[in-house]
Nanobody, 121 residues
Framework: QVQLVESGGGLVQAGGSLRLSCAASGRTFSSYDMGWFRQAPGKEREFVGAIRWSGIRIYYADFVKGRFTISRDNVKNTVYLQMNSLKPEDTAVYYC??????????????WGQGTQVTVSS
């Protein structure tokens, strides 16, 4: 069982940066691939990116390449989403999830409660 808690969301102006954290409980965190998703108002949840358990392979959705960076610290049981050059269209609730690296929600076993990111123009 893995419990995930996101933090670091908030209100930021366009062009600004935020770093989201996802803290995991459980001693098996280091064996889980981790993903980030987001859901904007009125839209379906979409894949942002994912990182393998080792941290060696990282995958990104095309719309965040070059702006967002995913990393993890297996000692701290935490995965991060560094978001730079934020745009108003990045406004969404951001979720971390454990268990997969694909864009398919069904591939993930555990989900956090989400953290709100709002980007003002």
């Amino acid at each position: 069982q893995v419990q995930l808690v996101e933090s670091g969301g908030g209100l930021v102006q366009a062009g600004g940066s935020l770093r989201l954290s996802c803290a995991a409980s459980g001693r098996t965190f280091s064996s889980y691939d981790m993903g980030w998703f987001r859901q904007a108002p009125g839209k379906e949840r979409e894949f942002v990116g994912a990182i393998r358990w080792s941290g060696i392979r990282i995958y990104y959705a095309d719309f965040v390449k070059g702006r967002f960076t995913i990393s993890r610290d297996n000692v701290k049981n935490t995965v991060y989403l560094q978001m730079n050059s934020l745009k108003p269209e990045d406004t969404a609730v951001y979720y971390c999830a454990a268990g997969g690296t694909t864009g398919w929600e069904r591939d993930y076993d555990y989900w956090g409660q989400g953290t709100q990111v709002t980007v003002s123009s």
